[in-house]
């Protein structure tokens, strides 16, 4: 009875998830391991934008480059959009 429950309240938690994906949750709770995991995956996204931008910045350094960027252009669209108009 107390497993059905369990099985219940995982899958309430975590309703997108797969049966598979919910049970990889649950045993990394139990072993403790999930929160690490989170915390180096979120280390090693934020590693990965703050080059990303630096870049943006040094690209977004024309009002008017910035404005066509903030619309849809790519970096190289914009120059290439300014240089024609």
């Given at each position: 009875?107390q497993?059905?429950?369990?099985?219940?309240?995982?899958?309430?938690?975590?309703?997108?998830?797969?049966?598979?994906?919910?049970?990889?949750?649950?045993?990394?709770?139990?072993?403790?391991?999930?929160?690490?995991?989170?915390?180096?995956?979120?280390?090693?996204?934020?590693?990965?934008?703050?080059?990303?931008?630096?870049q943006?910045?040094?690209?977004?350094?024309?009002?008017?480059?910035?404005?066509?960027?903030?619309?849809?252009?790519?970096?190289?669209?914009?120059?290439?959009?300014?240089?024609?108009?």
């Amino acid at each position: 009875m107390q497993d059905m429950v369990n099985k219940s309240t995982n899958s309430q938690q975590f309703p997108k998830l797969s049966r598979k994906d919910q049970q990889a949750v649950k045993v990394l709770t139990e072993e403790g391991l999930l929160e690490p995991l989170v915390m180096s995956l979120k280390n090693s996204t934020e590693a990965q934008q703050s080059p990303n931008t630096t870049q943006a910045s040094e690209i977004k350094s024309d009002p008017m480059k910035e404005d066509l960027i903030r619309r849809g252009f790519s970096p190289e669209e914009a120059e290439a959009w300014m240089q024609t108009n």
